[in-house]
Nanobody, 123 residues
Framework: VQLVESGGGLVQPGGSLRLSCGAP?????????MSWVRQAPGKGLEWLGT????????NYADSVKGRFTISRDNANKTVYLQMNSLRSEDTALYYC????????????????WGQGTQVTVSS
């Protein structure tokens, strides 16, 4: 299963970005949880949030709640991460994954993973 993230880049503090994660060959995409995870320089993996297969239910880490929104388009096998009010501490490599819980995501012990897309928040 190949997951491909895109949409990263350089953004100023307070700005917004929308990341995408496509899974064109993933036949069972619509039945899987999808999560976003990031890794800042010199730090471990940080789970950001998970969206259920139905696309309606989500869970978020406190660090991004209210600023980040996860959504999905099952027909196009794509999951999104809308990031608003970005801060310098949001600078990281952002991954999408099929990991279904904070523990699985932060230990990278389960699920399929993309290669990541870099987000840099700087003026």
């Amino acid at each position: 299963v190949q997951l491909v993230e895109s949409g990263g880049g350089l953004v100023q503090p307070g700005g917004s970005l929308r990341l995408s994660c496509g899974a064109p060959g993933f036949a069972f995409f619509s039945t899987h949880f999808m999560s976003w995870v990031r890794q800042a320089p010199g730090k471990g993996l940080e789970w950001l949030g998970t969206i259920y297969s139905n696309g309606r239910d989500t869970n978020y880490a406190d660090s991004v709640k209210g600023r980040f929104t996860i959504s999905r388009d099952n027909a196009n096998k794509t999951v999104y991460l809308q990031m608003n009010s970005l801060r310098s501490e949001d600078t990281a490599l952002y991954y999408c994954s099929t990991c279904s819980s904070r523990t699985f995501c932060e230990t990278r012990s389960r699920g399929y993973w993309g290669q990541g897309t870099q987000v840099t928040v700087s003026s």
